[in-house]
């Protein structure tokens, strides 16, 4: 089975600096896909960023971007420019890329808690 | 609908109630999925439907956990003879298609709370 893991339960970091959020992961696939999500008070998870196992190039989105490392199954992201909207809990999860046998469901870390300091 | 309806919003219930909970997944998604999230967790994956059919159940904790989607759309997950471990946030998530490497969109769950 695999496993996700998030070493920092909670991150504090100034608003327009830029803050690291660490992700490792255990998995024996070679194909599969990783994602961090953004669940504010709300509840509402909301997808952040993605990136493709098979895909060499680091996924960026806006401000958001992430190091991946395959070799290493490490999977952090990169918050530029910080911003008070950002405060919120993130979580980093894993899908195999094959159907079935318990496979099809996202498998999520215990999240980091991100509190931006203005 | 614009988003992933799930209803009720808060639900408290009585130790050995049963209890019902709703998901209304965006019009057209294939791919509908329930989490668990205990306080201060992550989400833990229950089932998975596409469409009508459920394809994978392997983490509904106990037989007291049931899902269904009869229709392809609106699915329901029941809870029976509720403890208090079942106390948690139940997410449900849809998407276009499966597989993919889409992020799924989810709803803002219904937080349960057994007393």
């Known amino acids: 089975a695999q496993t996700v893991t998030q070493s920092q339960p909670e991150m504090s970091v100034q608003e327009a600096e830029t803050v690291t959020l660490s992700c490792t992961y255990d998995?024996?696939?070679?194909?599969?896909?990783l994602f961090w999500y953004k669940q504010p008070p709300s509840r509402q998870m909301i997808l952040v960023i993605r990136q493709e196992a098979y895909k060499q190039q680091n996924a960026t989105e806006n401000r958001f971007s992430v190091n991946f490392q395959k070799a290493a199954k490490s999977f952090s992201l990169k918050i530029s420019d910080s911003q008070l909207g950002d405060a919120a809990m993130y979580f980093c999860?894993?899908?195999?890329?094959?159907?079935?046998?318990?496979?099809?469901?996202?498998?999520f870390g215990k999240g980091t808690h991100l509190i931006i300091q203005p | 609908g614009a988003g992933v309806s799930q209803s009720p919003r808060y639900k408290v219930a009585k130790r050995g109630q049963d209890v019902a909970l709703r998901c209304d997944p965006i019009s057209g998604h294939v791919s509908l999925f329930w989490y668990q999230q205990a306080l201060g967790q992550g989400p833990e994956f229950l089932t998975y439907?596409?469409?009508?059919?459920?394809?994978?159940k392997s983490g509904l904790p106990s037989d007291r956990f049931f899902a269904e989607r009869p229709e392809g759309s609106v699915s329901t997950l029941k809870i029976q003879r509720t403890q208090q471990e079942d106390s948690a946030v139940y997410l449900c998530?849809?998407?276009?298609?499966?597989?993919?490497?889409?992020?799924?969109?989810f709803g803002s769950g219904t937080r349960l709370t057994v007393v």
């Open positions: 439907f596409q469409n009508e059919a459920q394809l994978d």
């Open positions: 998995t024996s696939e070679s194909d599969y896909y």
């Open positions: 998530a849809s998407s276009l298609v499966w597989p993919g490497g889409d992020g799924y969109t």
């Open positions: 999860a894993y899908r195999s890329a094959m159907a079935g046998g318990g496979a099809d469901g996202l498998t």
